[in-house]
């Protein structure tokens, strides 16, 4: 099973900054990698996928890159409706599809 | 628009088992897609527990494999999740969600259920 280890757990942010998330796979993926973002109470929503390609409806803010092990999602301007938990997905090697834990953009 | 509804009890007893139903809406389960079920214990990540094909195909998490069982109700278009042997390790959000056939991300998710296993 491949392990997704994201960082930092935490980072305290104010609105208008740059934001860069990362997430680390425990063997290459290629860029076979996804990003959610989740905020309290809702699903998780697609952000990112094949590490660098936004999903339809999501803002040019929002910028993914990496391949092999090490990945990055950074989050350009950052707004208020940002403030949520990012995960990571990797898709290179199954079963199981594998998550990182997260990381939480919280307000400073 | 691709709209996924989880259903089924709140509360499960330990040792029996949790069954929950995912109705889609604005998609047909019989199309070339995955069907999937993610679950989050409260305060935790992600766990992907498994998905099935319109051809009753299964992939499993191998850590579950022995206790989940995923079907599929083309007539209602919907699908299901069963896990046997629940502990209060099986408390959870859980969500469904839709995977296109041929990539690995899930495009569309369902709003979520909280599950809850306790006397």
């Known amino acids: 099973e491949i392990v997704m280890t994201q960082s930092p757990a935490t980072l305290s942010v104010s609105p208008g900054e740059r934001v860069t998330l990362s997430c680390r796979a425990s063997?290459?993926?290629?860029?076979?990698l996804a990003w959610y973002q989740q905020k309290p109470g809702q699903a998780p929503s697609l952000l990112i996928y094949?590490?660098?390609t936004r999903a339809t409806g999501i803002p040019a803010r929002f910028s993914g890159s990496g391949s092999g092990t090490e990945f990055t999602l950074t989050i350009n301007r950052l707004q208020a409706e940002d403030f949520a938990l990012y995960y990571c997905?990797?898709?290179?090697?199954?079963?199981?599809?594998?998550f990182g834990q997260g990381t939480k953009v919280e307000f400073k | 628009q691709v709209q996924l509804q989880e259903s089924g009890p709140g509360l499960v007893k330990p040792s029996g088992t949790l069954s929950l139903t995912c109705a889609v809406s604005g998609d047909s389960v019989t199309n070339n897609n995955w069907w999937s079920w993610v679950r989050q214990p409260p305060g935790k990540g992600l766990e992907w527990i498994g998905e099935i094909y319109h051809s009753g195909g299964t992939n499993y998490n191998p850590s579950l494999k022995s206790r989940v069982t995923i079907s599929l109700d083309k007539s209602k278009n919907r699908f299901s999740l069963e896990v046997s042997s629940v502990t209060a390790a099986d408390t959870s959000v859980y969500y469904c969600?839709?995977?296109?056939?041929?990539?690995?991300?899930?495009?569309?998710w369902g709003q979520g259920t909280l599950v809850t296993v306790s006397s």
């Open positions: 094949d590490a660098s």
């Open positions: 997905q990797q898709y290179n090697n199954w079963p199981p599809w594998t």
């Open positions: 969600a839709r995977r296109s056939y041929n990539n690995g991300w899930l495009d569309y």
């Open positions: 063997q290459s993926i290629s860029s076979n």
